[in-house]
């Protein structure tokens, strides 16, 4: 009987130093990849691992405790309750703690972020998300159309690569309204300023109006714009595109003005802008 609890004893200790340092290589972790909050199945499996761990841990404690002197009564009945069979399913835990622990200490990575517990499908749609972003690139570049938002609660707008292109500006301007609407031809400067404020209001719009580049190049576009409510019914977003419709003559010089019969165009903008909505509707944006 002696032998009996001594084993069970040494076997609880080596499971239960096992479980609470896989814990800790868990959480670890998660705190070095920033992940404690949002990786829930992982502070899952490290909460399994840390209660097995004080389980296994207190039975030890338990059978020692009789020989200190102290709550003989508890520690002698863990020990009565060490028996052969359950000595054999302590080995069978230990065994399997130690070879979980010698998988994670087999691969560093593991070591340093908890692969294993990633949410893959979360990195799917992120990877999915980030694929949609690129193609949409792509067609704004191939239509020459660019796309900008602006919360109205911040005097900033959010301009995409290719409307920063479009208007000779290096790419991640972010200007303040203002600033964005010195870049319209002076003589438009006012129509579109008072489209711009019917857009604030809801009333969706679509005009054609001439931009100077940061370089002085006058050049000719379709914009398109309207406003977002959130849910309390407040106007809070404007939301817009604008494509560049300046002809080249076989010169090389642009036209003095856009070429009428642009259909085929509009029908291009208005699919890049179905394509943008939708990316951003993936994206959760307001």
């Known amino acids: ?35 404690v909050r949002s990786n829930v199945l992982a502070l899952a499996t490290a909460a399994i691992f840390f209660t097995c761990g004080v389980h296994h841990g207190g ?17 002698l009945a863990m020990r009565a309750a060490f028996t052969s069979q359950m000595d054999v399913w302590d080995v069978i835990g230990a065994a399997v703690a130690l070879f979980y ?21 979360r990195q799917r749609y992120e990877e ?3 694929r ?10 191939l239509a020459r159309v660019g796309s900008w938002e602006w919360d109205l609660r911040e005097e ?3 301009l995409s690569d290719e409307l920063c292109r479009l208007l000779g500006q290096p790419v991640g301007f972010s200007p303040p309204p203002a600033e964005m609407m010195e870049q319209v031809h002076p003589e438009d400067r006012e129509a579109v300023a008072a489209r711009m404020q019917a857009a604030r209001q ?47 003559r076989p010169c090389g010089k642009i ?16 699919s890049v802008w179905h394509s943008w909505s939708s990316a951003r509707s993936s994206a959760g944006g307001c």
Not at 13 to 22: F, N, P, R, S
Not at 101 to 121: G, H, I, K
Not at 133 to 140: F, G, M, S
Not at 208 to 236: C, F, K, M, P, S
Request: net charge positive; aromatic share 6%; glycine share 8%.
């Open 128 to 130: 999915q998300l980030e």
């Open 202 to 248: 809801g009333e969706a719009s679509e005009s054609e109006h001439r931009i100077v580049r940061l370089d002085g190049e006058v050049r000719y576009v379709r914009a398109r714009r309207y406003g977002r409510q959130n849910q309390a019914g407040e106007w809070t977003h404007m939301i817009g595109t604008m494509q560049d419709i300046t002809e080249p």
């Open 132 to 141: 949609e972003r690129a193609a949409l690139a792509e067609a704004q570049r």
């Open 156 to 158: 900033r707008m959010v």
């Open 59 to 75: 039975h030890m404690v338990h059978a020692v405790l009789p020989a200190l002197g102290i709550d003989r009564l508890h520690g």
């Open 101 to 121: 622990l010698s998988v994670r200490r087999s691969y560093a990575r593991l070591l340093d972020r908890p692969e294993m517990f990633e949410n893959t499908m």
């Open 1 to 35: 009987m002696w032998l009996t609890w001594q084993v069970g004893a040494a076997l609880n200790a080596v499971i239960g130093v096992c479980y609470l340092t896989i814990t800790w290589l868990i959480l670890r972790g998660l705190w070095q990849t920033h992940q």
């Open 255 to 270: 036209c003095a003005r856009p070429r009428s019969g642009c259909g085929r165009r509009s029908t291009t903008l208005r």
